[in-house]
C-alpha cells in the first residue's frame, strides 16, 4: 500500500507524526488491520508516547484472547514494555488474562508467576509454580523458581528444599543452581550458609573466577577481610585478564563495608592492570569517604585534565 511505504520513509527520516497521520488515516479506513495497529504501537512508542503505544498494543492482545490458537505477538511486547516501564500491577492483569485463555500453556503459566513475583505477590507465586511442577515434575527450572518465590514468601527452608531438587533432576548443572541459591540466602541475611553454598559451587565448578568473587564479598560481610583478598586473588590467577574488573568490584564492595584503606589498595591494584576511568573514580570516592577530601579532588582534576 503506497501510503504505508510513505509512512515507512517519514519513520526512517524521523518524522514520526507526520508517518504517525499516514498510519491513522489507513487505521480508520481498515480498523480490523491488526498490522496497522502495530506498526502505530512501534510509531507512537518510538515517539516517545508509551501511552498510546500500549493502548493499540492491548487493542490487538484482546483480540488475541479471542482465538482459539493464542498467537501472543502483542502479548509478547506488552510484557516487555510492562517489565521495562515497571508496571508490574499492569502485567499481572495481562498474564492473567492470557492464562485464562490458554489455562494449560507452561509459558504463559511461568510468565504469570514471574509477573507475580515481580508484583511483591510472591504466595501467588508459589501457587502458580508449584502448578508448574505438577506439570512438569522433572523440570529443573520450574523447581528454581518455586525456591524463588518461597524464598521471597519467607519460606526460606521450602526455598532451599526445591533448589536441591533441581540439582538432583540436573546435577550437571549443579553449581549454577548453588550459586543461584547463595545469592537467595545472601539476600535473606544468611551469609554463613551462603558461604557454604559458595564453597559447594566452587567444589563442583573450581575453574569459574565469579564464584571466588562472590565468595570473597561474603566473606567481607563476615568481617574476614584477609580471607577476602586471597579469594579474590584466586578469581584473578583463574582470569587475570580480568583482573581490573575483579580489584574494582573488590573495592566497591570493600568500601560499602567501611574498609577503606583496604578499598583504596584495591582501586590502586585495579588501576594498576587497567587504567580506565571509572576505576580513578572509584579511588577518588574512597579518598573522599575517608575525609581526605582535597586528595580526591586532586585526582579527579588530573583525570578530567587528561581527557
Known sequence: MEIIDRAEILLREGKHPEAIALYEAVHKTHPEEESVLLMLAWAHYDNGDTQKALHYLETIFERELQRKIFT????????????????????????????????????????????????EKPEEAC????????????????YCRWGEALFAAGLTSEGHTAYLRAVEIDPEEADRYYFQLANLFQNAGNNNEALRLLEDCISVNP???????????????????DDALATYKTAIQHDNASAGVYYNRLGHTLMK????SQAIDAFKAAIEFDAAKPYYNGLAS???????VDVAQELLQ??????
Open 257 to 260: 563495608a567501611k574498609y577503606l
Open 72 to 119: 501472543g505477538f502483542a502479548f509478547d511486547e506488552l510484557v516487555r514494555i510492562y517489565k521495562q516501564e515497571r508496571k508490574f500491577d499492569n502485567l499481572v492483569e495481562i498474564c492473567r488474562k492470557a492464562v485464562n485463555a490458554q489455562p494449560h500453556d507452561v509459558g504463559l503459566l511461568a510468565e504469570l508467576g514471574g509477573a507475580y513475583l515481580n508484583a
Open 286 to 292: 574512597a579518598y573522599e569517604a575517608m575525609g581526605l
Open 207 to 225: 575453574a569459574n573466577s565469579l564464584y571466588y568473587c562472590s565468595l570473597g564479598d561474603i566473606l567481607i560481610a563476615l568481617g574476614r577481610i
Open 127 to 142: 501457587r502458580i509454580f508449584e502448578k508448574l511442577i505438577g506439570m512438569e515434575n522433572d523440570n529443573p527450572a520450574f
Open 302 to 307: 588530573k583525570i578530567n585534565n587528561a581527557d
